[in-house]
């Protein structure tokens, strides 16, 4: 079937009906397995990292070795501020007693007190079955919440509260965060179209395509091994609504438009289908493709965030395609009340920029002094970078949450009372017969404040020697000081020494984030630089549109940092930069792919600078609602309690709309029409005469 057929398919007068039913068909087939898509959820690759990473390498080697290792900690924490009393030991005895039936082994260490006397610490590791491992921790919360003596504080933290928290504060919050998407894209639906019914068909469509897509990932999750995570899961649901209504937008302001030319309102639909295939299909190829970029990467969680991704961009297409306009050309005209587009003969050769006033103004602004427009809008983009000195990299533990948890709170008290590597000290794997120098290595770097004993392993091979820094395990200088570390046991001869633990880890991901950010980000930009010259047929307008978008997410980055800074969350979580990089690269581009599309079909009809003036105008009004509906779905993610979440949420949601109002608005447009016919060089539009656009006299000469 040829494409133009295809393209027809959902507006025929009898296709509509078959592509309803199958619709249907999938979504009686696509709902139960949609539902089950969180008993897939792996969340274990949130915090791993590539097998290749030393600290990889040293759970492993501790995991055959010590098999205890394998179990995560929970780590209670008793403190009184005027020192502990014999009440207080008391009840820590009782504790470690009843802890005991959910110890792992039955097994709780005994306390370890503070060198101020104020603070004791019992420590127990628990099941490696999810199950269990969560009916023991809030057990383990419930009893240190019971009954404790007035003015002992107390609070669980280690590994496993922390996960525990995690979960918790994320339980029910799919449902939240779908609530507040769906209405978020309601309320705008509403506004952009004023009308108590349109606003409905996409919302449904999108819902369906959610749907969907939600079912193809929980199959591909159950049978082809596909990672997926609450992180994944999250920006699946966003970019499902966001990029949907986004392609909606701009067919349904397409059918609008051919409603007024044809009197079928079949026929309206297959041209709107065939004109705005183009740049929809270009959008999901350059998003989707993005996404699948990150595939490239080595850490885990940002690698299973590509296809996951990818699945809801084709869903959606796939949904605003075919699904939609069937809805629409079933339902017929009456679906714009009060606006309903009539038909008008003659409507060809009619001013199409006349119906729309403010866009026609903002154009002949443009069109004025383009080289001004352009200067000053990429100038004030290059002072809003200047935000970038608020942010940095490297996301404490304690600031994870936006709101207290447990875990956080018991770190606290814990560096309080203790060397602030205690409740997570280092972890050294070494030979066993070199394990008297191990330890003398490791006392002798700075930064570490105790080493404790070799623990042999049973088949007498490794020991186990715990390092406890001097400074949280989360700080940079606990960082350094775990470089300073392994440079030292790497040295002892036969050692074959690996340092592991959580700071280990953090020090790993933070060079695994940089390795995946030299490697992605370029390639996502060649792969986006390769689709625009396929789409443009040129190399000048391409590398523009790339210079415009590397600029743009520049300065989101800063104006997220205003932005984050004043909401207490300057410090961005390791992964969030490249994300981020990603989604508005992908996505932002998206505006200008409609409007450039727009603009080499008007500019082979009625010449460049007429052509741009006449795209900028009539695809402005809907091009900047796709924008804000987007980004207001981005910004959602700010309903959940993870910081990471709610920066992610910020950078995107602002480099959108700053792609969206100024990027696609201004700077691309006065750009284009400085340079000229040579935006398309090499392609035959930069050889063409420019022609006057004899229905747009006035437009033509602001």
């Known amino acids: 079937m040829s494409p133009q057929r295809l393209a027809g398919l959902p507006a025929g007068r009898r296709g509509k009906y078959a592509v309803l039913l199958l619709w249907l068909a999938l979504l009686v087939a696509a709902g139960p397995l949609a539902v089950k898509l969180g008993e897939v959820q792996d969340n274990s690759t949130l915090g791993a990292l590539p097998a290749g990473a030393e600290s990889s390498r040293a759970a492993q080697r501790a995991e055959a070795a010590f098999p205890d290792s394998r179990h995560p900690l929970a780590v209670a924490v008793y403190v009184r501020d005027t020192g502990l009393t014999p009440a207080d030991r008391a009840r820590v005895d009782a504790d470690r007693a009843a802890f005991a039936r959910y110890a792992d082994g039955g097994t709780v260490s005994p306390p370890v007190a503070s060198a101020d006397g104020r603070a004791l610490l019992l420590s127990l590791p628990v099941s490696l079955d999810d199950e269990r491992r969560a009916e023991a921790v809030g057990a383990l919360k419930d009893r240190l919440a019971d009954g404790a003596p007035p003015g002992l504080r107390t609070a669980l933290t280690g590994e496993a509260a922390a996960e525990h928290d995690v979960f918790d504060a994320f339980s029910g919050m799919d449902g939240a965060l779908l609530l507040a998407t769906a209405l978020t894209v309601a309320l705008l639906l509403l506004v952009t179209y004023r009308s108590p019914v349109l606003w409905l068909i996409p919302l449904v469509a999108v819902a369906v395509a959610n749907q969907l897509a939600g079912a193809v990932v929980y199959l591909l999750a159950r049978h082809a091994g596909l990672a997926v995570d609450f992180q994944s899961q999250t920006i699946l649901t966003v970019l499902v609504f966001g990029v949907g209504v986004d392609y909606a937008l701009l067919l349904i302001a397409r059918y609008r438009e051919e409603l007024r030319r044809h009197a079928d309102r079949h026929a309206a639909m297959a041209v709107a289908l065939r004109r705005s295939a183009g740049a929809v299909c270009a959008s999901a190829a350059t998003v989707a493709i993005g996404l699948l970029c990150l595939l490239a990467a080595d850490l885990p969680a940002t690698r299973g965030l590509g296809p996951v991704g990818a699945v809801g961009i084709a869903a959606a297409l796939l949904a605003m395609t075919t699904l939609l306009p069937a809805v629409l050309v079933l339902c017929g005209r009456w679906l714009f009340w009060p606006f309903v587009p009539r038909y008008a003969p003659g409507a060809d050769t009619r001013d199409r920029a006349a119906d729309h006033g403010v866009w026609r103004r903002i154009a002949g602004v443009v069109a004025g002094r383009p080289r001004a427009v352009w200067l000053g809008t990429a100038a004030a983009l290059a002072a809003l970078t200047l935000g970038i000195g608020n942010l940095g990299l490297g996301l404490p533990d304690d600031e994870s949450f936006t709101t207290e948890v447990g875990s956080v709170a018991g770190q606290r008290l814990i560096a309080a009372h203790y060397p602030g590597g205690s409740a997570a000290p280092a972890e050294i794997l070494a030979a066993a017969g070199t394990a008297d120098r191990v330890v003398a290595a490791a006392r002798a770097v700075p930064g570490v404040a105790e080493v404790g004993a070799p623990e042999r392993s049973a088949d007498g091979r490794w020991v186990r020697v715990p390092a406890v820094l001097a400074g949280a395990p989360d700080s940079d200088a606990a960082r350094d000081t775990v470089t300073r570390l392994r440079t030292a046991v790497h040295a002892v001869p036969d050692a074959r020494a690996l340092v592991g633990g959580r700071t280990a880890t953090l020090l790993d991901e933070e060079r695994t984030v940089n390795r995946d950010n030299r490697v992605v980000i370029p390639l996502v930009l ?177």
Not at 686 to 701: C, G, I, N, T, V
Request: net charge positive; glycine share 8%; proline share 7%.
């Open 526 to 702: 060649a792969v986006v630089l390769v689709i625009l010259v396929l789409l443009l047929r040129s190399l000048v307008a391409p590398l523009l549109l790339m210079a415009s978008v590397v600029l743009s997410y520049a300065a989101a980055m800063g104006a997220a940092g205003l932005l984050l800074d004043a909401l207490g969350h300057p410090r961005l979580f390791v992964g969030v930069p490249l994300q981020a990089f990603l989604f508005l690269v992908a996505l932002g581009v998206d505006y200008t792919i409609f409007l450039m599309t727009r603009a080499r079909e008007e500019v082979a009809r009625i010449g460049h600078r007429p052509g741009v003036l006449r795209a900028l105008t009539v695809t402005g009004g809907v091009i900047t609602s796709a924008g804000v509906v987007l980004a207001a779905t981005f910004g959602a993610l700010l309903v959940l309690p993870l910081v990471p979440s709610v920066q992610m949420g910020v950078i995107v949601a602002v480099g959108i709309l700053l792609d969206t109002l100024l990027v696609r608005s201004l700077l691309i447009p006065a750009l284009t029409l400085d340079l000229g016919v040579r935006t398309w060089w090499p392609g035959r539009l930069a050889r063409r005469s420019p022609r006057p656009a004899p229905a747009e006299p006035a437009l033509a000469r602001t």
